[in-house]
């Protein structure tokens, strides 16, 4: 007697006790080894871009993903945990959180139903760029700045327009501003505190680019605590302005990844169509209302991530053979002149366990790299190595 079957099952012409589904050194049964075939339905414009990724070897002082130095206190982890503990597991989450979008809400201030949160402001720049970008439209953007921006708008379909940096890696307003009315700019991006030059945008300068061009101005403020001015204010003068925001630094929530974006209800609705239904897991949404309960000690930190900031600027500047740019983020770009910057880069994890990242790979950052900042330690440790390694200490 036969077995009855499944709609799940597959075709009996397809799998059979003949020709079972395996794998092996040549890949999938009937694969091409090189995966022609499939790379060809792939878009051409997404196999030129380079993936987002980043190997981290384990240093003594990690100083390369400006995370916070420090882990959230003990007593918010169990308070977190706790939660949790409660919640039932076998539940989803909810899709937005009423409570917690009215605590992000106050502390923004702003209005809840134009509050957003993700998985990472990460996926926030996603839902952003897809709900906005058509085939052809163009997004400018100052360079060197975050390359998810560049990747994500290639994957759909977008062109990318980059607008290098003024000297000292100042923004240049006023080109941006020529280059998004010239290319009739869909979107505009503004990264400030800019990573990876840690630039700060001049006052005034996003009103310039809402009142002068017709684009999405997205104002991507992740490093924002740390320095520099703020377009919160200007949400309620125009539905053209996305302002992103994360947990991941002056927070020092990076391993539990919870962004947020703030924008005119209207468009908030319509950004929400571009995320992914529970894209935020119960944990990370425990965490984030913590933090919010316990700003005044997650705020003493930023003031002493400022100050390490300022100390190691200064020492910087007093070594020969490289020039540190001005920060308002919790990491400073240096350039060096003496030293290969590679060799700086290898010399400090290799000799000194000190692991910052080289960015000297990219356009304009040529023989560069960026320090995180960290505790008043790290930034001595840092600044007592790049001398040795300047004055030729081995």
Same mark, same amino acid.
Request: proline residues 6%; without cysteine.
């Given at each position: 007697m036969s077995q009855p079957t499944s709609p799940l099952d597959p075709p009996a012409s397809r799998v059979s006790a003949d020709r079972p589904l395996s794998t092996g050194a040549s890949g999938p049964a &009937?694969? +091409?080894s090189d995966g022609a075939e499939g790379l060809a339905l792939i878009k051409p414009a997404v196999r030129a871009q380079t993936a987002y990724t980043l190997s981290a070897p384990v240093a003594q002082r990690k100083l390369n993903q400006n995370e916070s130095p420090w882990d959230m206190p003990p /007593?918010?982890?169990? #308070?977190?945990?706790?939660?949790? /503990?409660?919640?039932?597991?076998q539940r989803y989450p909810e899709f937005a959180p009423p409570a917690l979008l009215a605590e992000l809400a106050l502390h923004?201030?702003?209005? @809840?139903? &134009?509050?957003?949160? &993700?998985? *990472? +402001?990460? #996926?926030?720049i996603q839902a952003t760029l897809a709900v906005a970008l058509e085939s052809g439209d163009v997004v400018v953007a100052p360079a060197p700045t975050f390359s998810l921006y560049r990747l994500l708008t290639a994957?759909? *379909? *977008?062109?990318?327009?980059? =607008?290098?940096?003024?000297? &000292? %890696?100042? %923004?240049? =307003?006023? #080109?941006?501003?020529?280059? @998004?009315?010239? /290319?009739? @700019?869909?979107? =505009? =991006?503004?990264n400030s505190p800019n990573n990876p030059t840690g630039s700060a945008l001049p006052a005034g300068a996003v009103e310039r680019v809402l009142e002068e061009t017709g684009a999405l101005v997205v104002c991507d403020e992740a490093y924002q605590e740390f320095g520099g001015p703020t377009a919160l204010p200007l949400l309620a003068r125009s539905s053209r302005l996305v302002v992103l925001r994360t947990f991941s630094k002056a927070l020092g929530m990076a391993g539990l990844r919870f962004g947020l974006a703030l924008a005119h209800p209207a468009v908030a609705r319509e950004i929400t169509k571009g995320k992914l239904p529970y894209n935020v897991n119960l944990v990370t949404l425990a965490a984030a209302a913590a933090a919010l309960r316990h700003q005044a000690v997650l705020e003493e930190r930023v003031r002493e991530v400022v100050a390490n900031r300022v100390r190691l600027a200064a020492r910087l500047a007093a070594l020969p053979g490289l020039t540190a740019y001005p920060s308002a983020a919790n990491f400073v770009l240096i350039r060096l002149q003496a030293v290969p910057a590679r060799e700086v880069f290898r010399r400090l994890l290799d000799e000194y366990g000190i692991l910052i990242r080289d960015v000297s790979s990219a356009t304009g950052l040529e023989q560069c790299l960026r320090i995180s900042v960290g505790t008043a330690e790290d930034m001595d440790a840092v600044a007592d190595a790049l001398a040795r390694i300047l004055a030729g200490v081995r």
């Open positions: &009937g694969a +091409s /007593e918010v982890k169990r #308070e977190v945990l706790a939660v949790v /503990e409660r919640a039932p597991w923004y201030g702003w209005t @809840a139903d &134009g509050v957003l949160v &993700g998985n *990472g +402001s990460n #996926e926030l994957v759909l *379909g *977008g062109r990318y327009r980059p =607008v290098p940096l003024g000297p &000292g %890696f100042a %923004f240049d =307003v006023d #080109e941006l501003i020529d280059v @998004a009315v010239r /290319e009739r @700019a869909r979107v =505009v =991006v503004l």
